[in-house]
């Protein structure tokens, strides 16, 4: 079945500590996208890739960063920089133009502090 | 920048009642998008509508697009448990291309 993989489902983060986030898809969708949510909040877009080995900064891009070296494959990596990472985390791929095909989203990473 | 507000926040029903949320954006839209959001969950895509002042409807769920394509609306007739979940939309504008996520509904249905 084709579809988007995110791993861990949950994932806790020491002070001063990196943590990398994984998102896989087999859709061949061109676009990614990395969102955080906050309980009870809406979706905040926070780095996003159209095309292999190009990326835009979201709304909140500060103590995050992305790579895209395969069209499959859209880590994000959580560094020490971000003082309040606790958040559930959604990645979601499309085909084509933003706005004109549904997102597809993997489960999510709950991420906390420890 | 573009802001995408819905009310309300949150909504309690009775099984049976039916139920409204309202999508308003700060600049005209391209098209929008609603989704759904179970407890626990991942958005799921629902549906999209392209055209000013275009209704469609799934099922018990009827979904508007204002004719200035700056608001919309999501009505559910009948509730049922199973419409529990957050109901978020999500269209395109201004100067931007990308999807901006309204602040989302949460419904919460009593049997």
């Known amino acids: 079945d084709g579809g988007i993989t995110q791993s861990p489902k949950y994932l806790f983060r020491k002070e001063g500590q990196n943590v990398t986030l994984s998102c896989e898809q087999n859709l061949n969708h061109d676009a990614m996208y990395w969102y955080r949510q906050d309980p009870g909040q809406g979706l905040r877009l926070i780095y996003y890739?159209?095309?292999?080995?190009?990326?835009q900064k979201g709304d909140i891009a500060e103590g995050y960063s992305v790579s895209r070296e395969k069209k499959e494959s859209f880590p994000l990596t959580v560094t020490s920089a971000q003082k309040n990472p606790t958040a559930f985390y959604l990645c979601a791929s499309m085909i084509g133009a933003p706005g004109f095909k549904p997102q597809h989203f993997g489960d999510g990473t709950r991420l906390s502090i420890l | 920048g573009q802001q995408v507000m819905q009310i309300p926040q949150y909504q309690h029903v009775q099984e049976g009642e039916d139920f409204t949320t309202y999508c308003n954006s700060s600049?005209?839209?391209?098209?929008i998008q609603w989704y759904k959001q179970r407890p626990g969950g991942h958005p799921v895509f629902l549906i999209q509508?392209?055209?000013?002042?275009e209704v469609k409807k799934q099922k018990r769920l009827t979904f508007q697009f204002g004719e200035a394509k700056k608001n919309s609306s999501l009505h559910i007739t009948a509730t049922q448990t199973t419409d529990v979940g957050t109901y978020f939309c999500a269209g395109v504008g201004g100067a931007t291309n990308k999807l901006i996520f309204g602040t989302g509904t949460l419904l919460a249905v009593q049997p």
């Open positions: 509508l392209v055209k000013s002042g």
């Open positions: 890739s159209q095309i292999v080995n190009d990326f």
């Open positions: 600049t005209t839209l391209s098209n």
